[in-house]
């Protein structure tokens, strides 16, 4: 089946650059997203890639998609004790019983002062 | 705009007691609908998710079970709960195929 795997443990100091990585299993991924959630929170989205594209920025979020090798990352530059959360990669495709999207495990970024 | 709602936000129920977690969508039409849970540590899970009234899908087999009596209405129930059906749960839905999900602020249960 789809599965999507991500580390679950990133540790950054204040203003340097965080990298979370994501793989998946899925080749015909059409949609692949990152999301945050903050303690107690539901899910908010962060930003999004078509399958197509290779790279994809927003402000200090960087996206880049590497479809050969099924991997996902997302850069954060200048990160900040704001961005401490957990992060989460999916992938979207369309199921037997129609469209359905898969999560990973999430990535908890500490951020450091 | 759409909204999302879902409830109750919290609740303690005593193992083997019955669940009903309801989520309605509003400003869309036809909307694909989920249920996630997230357990404590762990990422999310797909529970179930439809395409329409009627249409559900199980990802995971459980005492859990799902319903869409309406359109923009789903809900999550059991019969029994379990003390492993603590967890947080999410409601969400999106439009077509391929779009952005969008959640609910979630529910948390504690089994006790």
């Known amino acids: 089946g789809e599965d999507v795997e991500q580390s679950l443990f990133l540790s950054v100091r204040e203003g340097d650059s965080s990298v979370i990585n994501c793989t998946y299993t899925d080749s015909s991924s059409t949609y692949l997203y990152w999301y945050k959630q903050e303690p107690g929170a539901g899910l908010q989205l962060l930003t999004y890639i078509f399958s197509n594209m290779d790279m994809k920025q927003d402000q200090r979020l960087t996206v880049l998609l590497n479809k050969k090798d099924k991997h996902l990352s997302l850069r954060i530059a200048d990160t900040q004790t704001g961005d401490s959360a957990i992060y989460f990669c999916a992938e979207s495709n369309v199921g037997t019983g129609g469209f359905k999207t898969i999560f990973g495990a999430g990535t908890r970024l500490f951020v450091k002062a | 705009s759409q909204t999302i709602h879902q409830w109750p936000a919290t609740l303690v129920q005593p193992v083997g007691s019955p669940l009903s977690l309801e989520c309605t969508v509003e400003g869309t039409s036809n909307p694909n609908l989920y249920w996630y849970r997230q357990a404590a540590g762990r990422g999310l899970q797909l529970l179930f998710y439809s395409v329409g009234i009627g249409q559900i899908s199980s990802e995971v087999p459980q005492n859990l079970s799902a319903s869409r009596p309406q359109d923009r209405q789903f809900i999550l129930s059991s019969k029994k709960l379990l003390l492993s059906d603590s967890g947080f749960y999410l409601c969400?839905?999106?439009?077509?195929?391929?779009?952005?999900?969008?959640f609910g602020e979630g529910s948390w249960l504690t089994v006790v």
């Open positions: 969400a839905w999106s439009v077509g195929q391929g779009n952005t999900i969008y």
